[in-house]
């Protein structure tokens, strides 16, 4: 090796070494910083909420007038019928599902969904009583399938799965999605103060 390459390759394996460095302390500024803005955040909620929670206390301690409480009042069952209202749309249009032969499929994709999250492991399914005719169906999907019960709590449809050997429920019954797309539809839909 040259004097020349020689000179080179240090200064290469010095810049490497100071190249390491400065990344580390980049590293451990940029981390320290990310902490103190989630403190700063954090506290600023804090204040947010506690700011709230005053103007709701001196709601409360000057006495909302009569004609707020009633509006208020109002407004309440206004959103509760609304979401009563979609939410029986929503219902009627399953029930009228369950009378088309793509119910059918439904079910048959919805427990083929279950084998595969149960990856192989025997599995109960239960459907509705008035879903019990498809349960030959259900059966000859896997031998995985080791039972299709029937259960009284299942009111819209659908099938849920159980499998002991996994300690798992799979829901995917219509009961569960209205469920939770009611908590969504709440959530999101602005119909909340």
Known sequence: MTDNEFFFSAINEESEVKRKKI???????RTSELEKAKAEAGSRYGEIIAEGEKEIE?????????????????????????????????????????????YENYLVSSVKNILKEIDGADVIIYLS??????????????????????????????????SDEKHLRLDKTFDSSLLSERENFIENSGLTY
Not at 72 to 89: H, I, M, P, Y
């Open 23 to 29: 990344n580390e302390e980049l590293e451990k500024y």
């Open 58 to 102: 001196k709601q409360a301690a000057g006495g909302l007038g009569k004609d707020k409480i009633k509006a208020k009042t109002e407004l309440c069952g206004l959103r509760q019928s609304v979401l009563e209202s979609v939410f029986s749309d929503v219902e009627k249009k399953l029930a009228e599902f369950k009378k088309t032969p793509d």
């Open 129 to 162: 009583p008035e879903d019990e005719k498809y349960s030959d169906k259900l059966l000859s999907l896997s031998p995985s399938v080791i039972s299709a019960e029937t259960d009284g709590k299942i009111k819209f449809g659908g099938v849920y799965g159980i």
